[in-house]
């Protein structure tokens, strides 16, 4: 099972990589999806979240109030804390089945949080989507209809982007057409299905 990591800031493009990567036959397995199944009604980490936090966290329909919980986990630190040794686990152990699951030549592990978590000791190999922080911005604003203050503190509080550079294998510089990042994906495919094969 080879396993490349797919990363990057807000707005660098990460989703337009995975999905023309999809579309060429590999399996996703994305982070953030993951996070958002562990916790739909019936799952035992949602169970556990309401009954630490109390059933404020929880809607009408039983499903998590991500607004409440936020304003909860974010007031406190020892209540993200709480948060996070419960979903934590919960987001591992699925998204680990999910990779085993997988049967493309190799499969990616989606995550904006890739090298800031232990995520990255699930990969054999770590793919940086990068773009211009300015560009980031643009985006970002353009596709959440949110105000720059936002997505400035946003890019501010994520991995500096130097530092997200050093520590990839391969870097893909997103700031052209779409054609441009799929030539560059096109490359790294060929390589990645190369080192799957020789393993």
Do not use: C, W
């Not at 990589?17 to 958002?36: E, F, K, N, P, Q």
């Not at 979240?49 to 991500?66: K, S, T, Y």
């Not at 978590?117 to 773009?131: G, M």
């Amino acid at each position: 099972m080879f396993v490349v990591g797919l990363t990057g800031g807000i707005g660098s493009g990460k989703t337009a990589a995975s999905d023309y990567l999809a579309g060429l036959g590999i399996t996703v397995v994305d982070a953030d999806l993951v996070s958002r199944q562990v916790v739909e009604p019936g799952q035992p980490a949602l169970a556990a979240i309401a009954a630490h936090f109390g059933a404020g966290v929880l809607d009408a329909e039983g499903r998590l109030d991500r607004r409440a919980l936020r304003e909860i986990v974010f007031a406190d630190p020892a209540q993200r804390n709480v948060l996070e040794q419960i979903t934590h686990p919960a987001i591992g152990a699925e998204i680990l089945r999910q990779l085993q699951a997988s049967r493309s030549p190799y499969t990616l592990l989606v995550s904006p949080l890739l090298l800031e978590s232990s995520q990255h000791q699930l990969t054999h190999r770590i793919l940086l989507i990068d773009a211009p922080e300015q560009l980031q911005q643009q985006r970002t604003e353009l596709r959440d209809q949110v105000p720059a203050s936002q997505v400035q503190a946003i890019i501010a509080a994520q991995m500096a982007r130097g530092e997200r550079q050093s520590r990839a294998h391969d870097v893909v510089i997103n700031d052209g057409p779409l054609d441009a990042l799929h030539r560059q994906l096109d490359e790294l495919h060929q390589q990645y299905l190369r080192l799957a094969g020789a393993q």
